[in-house]
């Protein structure tokens, strides 16, 4: 069962038309956040007086993504530089754990030195990360009420301009309850709550040019 937040993420970003994420520059920050709010959640990674991200336990979690975040947030760096940091080869990462889960599998490129083409093989994973993600948006009850998980899922969605999760009305009419899910980010970590609330910002930079890590 894929019940990680960066395949969750990726599966939300997922276009048919596309044969992968809608945008692939977007992707890759939005599963890197991912990852972070991941591991922040099951507390291995905080950060320090300084806004510094700091790692808890040696130990592996068993997800090669997760893990390899984890070995980066090892330098000391903050949220954001973490975040775009390797951002290209988490991306690719996540897309091989889901084809070797048999969530994804891998034609053949078009043509020379482009991207390999995914499909998913079961829509009803896809449909059902996607019910979570509308029910959290769309539910009448607290936002304390929303699984963690499902609220961060919600959080990046909107940042990363996922118009099929959350649609541009959506952004409109439901704003307080997407920053409320936003903000429940900083009882983990201050630092990654305004990081990834400045998600639109860093997209932009990284379109005009930045690396890809």
Partial sequence: MIDDLPSLLYLLAYDEAAGGPYD???????????????????????????????????????????DGVLRDATAGHGWKRLLRRHRKRTLTEVEDRLVAAGLLTAGVPRAPFTTRRLAVTDHAVTAAVRTRVSAALHGDGPVTGIPAADAALLALAAAGGIRSVVSRHDCRALRARIDACTRSLAVLAPGLEKAVRTLPTTMIAAQGGMGGG
């Fill in 24 to 66: 692939r520059s977007r992707a890759r920050l939005l599963v890197r956040a991912a990852a972070l709010v991941d591991l922040a959640m099951h507390g291995r990674l905080s950060e320090d007086g300084k806004g510094a991200v700091t790692v808890s336990g040696t130990r592996p979690t068993g997800d090669p993504v997760l």
